[in-house]
């Protein structure tokens, strides 16, 4: 048997242009491809598309994507596969992408339709085989569509998890451990660790303090401004909001509104295809400028993209409430440094040289990644460890991260590698 190798192009001790390039049999493996947005977005080393076999997309978010429709510029390009949801949803989030960073991409929206058509759907559970390497999708409960993917060759299985969650959020079910655990004993475990260092406050706490702050807010006659990522966590605050307190008035802004419709041609991806049904009928769509005003002027919730007060509509009722004393900014996601959600936080500004901001300032963690308690559960419950049989390869958190979550495991007796970027691994 040959041996595995992972080259690791990107997305090592950084959260970020993923891209894992696994060897098994002489065949050639692109775990995800994504890249790293900044003002300028960073890219993972390269790779010829010639020689890459298969691409297995685990979703969309583009430190996951954002190069997909670069393998398609090609003559030859190879097969890719996700799951039948995130190829439609890649479209939404590339083509956005492009409208602030198109110019430093090495592809233009030609090789996107074709990265969107060329996706082979999979279904959760489904197998298919790649010159003799079988390739299963097993749900990972990050996003709805988002999957993990199990390797298997003649004698040797691989794990790459990509994002995961393994608690219930209100969108989408926790990942499909048991599958996992079917799969068991597995040699090579590529797992995220974006949460490595830090374990999640209860997630029913957080709902129940996040809907009673809205509620507060909006019964002294203010307006909440939500920003969230248009994918995802939109429609999880949108179930959260509708489960609760459905009574109040919420809207929905931006492109929120065009992936949430797309969702219900994919309901089997959902947890509860009911509950998202109505939360979305229960949400008002701003259709322009004119509801825009209307709102800020009678009251209520709004949930708009971006989730980081970047751009998007979100970015403009910031601006309109930041003076409001009766109104809120509840921000319900990660914020990067350096961007206006993390100035926010920090230092109670939209920007480092704006005047302080009036409206109440909260944060809630509505994490779709496994936390750190979430992540030693799910990696010592995988692992085989006689004769240190699974190696884990800890990719996609921060430095800090990564290694707090590298010696929680080694003093567990877990074989832990935790590569940087550019390395070649002989497993
Ligand atoms: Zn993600
Ligand atoms: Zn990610």
Not at 138 to 161: D, E
Not at 187 to 216: M, N, Q
Not at 264 to 280: N, Q
Request: aromatic share 8%.
């Amino acid at each position: 048997m040959s041996r595995a190798k992972l080259l690791c192009l990107g997305g090592c001790r950084e959260v970020g242009r993923s891209a894992y390039l696994l060897s098994l049999e002489n065949r050639n493996f692109l775990l995800d491809y994504g890249v790293l947005l900044d003002d300028v977005p960073l890219f993972p080393s390269h790779v010829s598309p010639s020689s890459v076999d298969a691409m297995l997309l685990t979703h969309p978010h583009l430190d996951h994507s954002g190069l997909v429709p670069f393998l398609f510029s090609s003559k030859v390009t190879p097969r890719a596969y996700s799951t039948r949801l995130c190829a439609e949803i890649l479209e939404y989030l590339v083509l956005d992408m492009m409208k602030l960073s198109g110019n430093f991409l090495p592809y233009e929206v030609e090789e996107l339709y074709k990265a969107v058509d060329g996706i082979r759907p999979l279904g959760y559970g489904e197998e298919v085989e790649v010159g003799g390497i079988a390739i299963r999708a097993l749900n990972a409960g990050h996003v709805p569509g988002s999957c993990m993917f199990l390797l298997r060759s003649k004698g040797f299985k691989a794990l790459y998890t990509g994002d995961f969650n393994s608690i219930e959020t209100r969108l989408v079910n926790p990942v499909d451990l048991e599958s996992v655990l079917s799969e068991c004993p597995i040699d090579l475990l590529i797992v995220e660790s974006t949460y490595g260092d830090r374990p999640h406050e209860d997630r029913a706490l957080t709902e129940k303090s996040f809907v009673e702050s809205v509620v507060d807010c909006v019964e002294g006659g203010g307006v909440v401004l939500v920003p969230a990522f248009a994918y995802g966590r939109a429609q999880e605050i949108l179930c959260v909001l509708y489960k609760y307190a459905s009574d109040l008035t919420v809207y929905l802004d931006g492109m929120a509104k065009q992936i949430s419709l797309e969702l219900l041609s994919f309901k089997d991806f959902l947890r509860s295809e009911d509950l998202y049904e109505e939360a979305l009928e229960f949400a008002r769509f701003v259709r322009g400028p004119r509801d825009r005003k209307r709102l800020l002027k009678e009251g209520g919730v709004v949930v708009s993209p971006s989730g980081m007060l970047k751009g998007g509509p979100s970015a403009f009722y910031a601006k309109r409430l930041a003076d409001r004393s009766d109104s809120a900014i509840f921000l319900v996601s990660y914020q990067i440094p350096d961007t206006p959600g993390d100035c926010l936080l920090k230092h109670g500004k939209l920007a480092p040289d704006s005047e302080k901001v009036k409206c109440d300032v909260k944060w809630f963690d509505f994490s779709s990644h496994a936390g750190r308690i979430e992540l030693l559960d799910f990696i010592t419950k995988v692992v085989d460890r006689s004769e240190g049989r699974t190696k884990v390869v800890l990719v996609h958190g921060e430095e800090r991260a990564v290694t707090s979550l590298e010696e929680a495991l080694r003093s567990e007796g877990v074989e832990v590698l935790a590569p940087k970027n550019g390395e070649l691994l002989v497993l």
